[in-house]
C-alpha cells in the first residue's frame, strides 16, 4: 500500500471516533460541542445540528475508509486506523470534559 491508504486510514479512524458522541448526543435530544457553536468547539450546538455533524463525519469517515483500504489482511492499515480511533477519542475526552461549565 502506498503512504495515503495509511494516512487515510488514520483519519477515517478519527472521523469516525467523531461520529460517536455527536450522534449519541444528538438522538438523545442533549446538546453538546460542535465547530459551529459559539465559542466554536466550546458552546453548545442542539441535538439536530449534532445529528447533522454526525452523519457528515460518517460520511466522510467512510470515504476515507475506502480510500484507505482498511483490511483486516493488512494488519498495519488496521493499527493505524485504531490509532485514529484512539487519537481523537482522547483529545475529545480532554476537550470535552468542562463542556457543562461555559
Not at 4 to 25: D, E, Q, R
Given at each position: 500500500m502506498?503512504?495515503?491508504?495509511?494516512?487515510?486510514?488514520?483519519?477515517?479512524?478519527?472521523?469516525?471516533?467523531?461520529?460517536?458522541?455527536?450522534?449519541?448526543?444528538?438522538?438523545?435530544?442533549?446538546?453538546?460541542?460542535?465547530?459551529?457553536?459559539?465559542?466554536p468547539g466550546k458552546g453548545l450546538s442542539s441535538p439536530i445540528v449534532n445529528v447533522w455533524w454526525a452523519l457528515l463525519n460518517a460520511v466522510v469517515g467512510y470515504l476515507l475508509f475506502r480510500v484507505g483500504k482498511v483490511s483486516p489482511d493488512d494488519i498495519l492499515s488496521l493499527i493505524i486506523f485504531f490509532a485514529g480511533v484512539t487519537a481523537l477519542s482522547l483529545l475529545c475526552a480532554k476537550n470535552f470534559v468542562n463542556k457543562d461549565k461555559i
Open positions: 502506498q503512504w495515503y491508504h495509511y494516512f487515510s486510514g488514520f483519519w477515517a479512524g478519527a472521523f469516525l471516533a467523531n461520529f460517536v458522541p455527536h450522534f449519541v448526543k444528538g438522538v438523545s435530544g442533549d446538546p453538546f460541542p460542535t465547530p459551529f457553536a459559539k465559542p
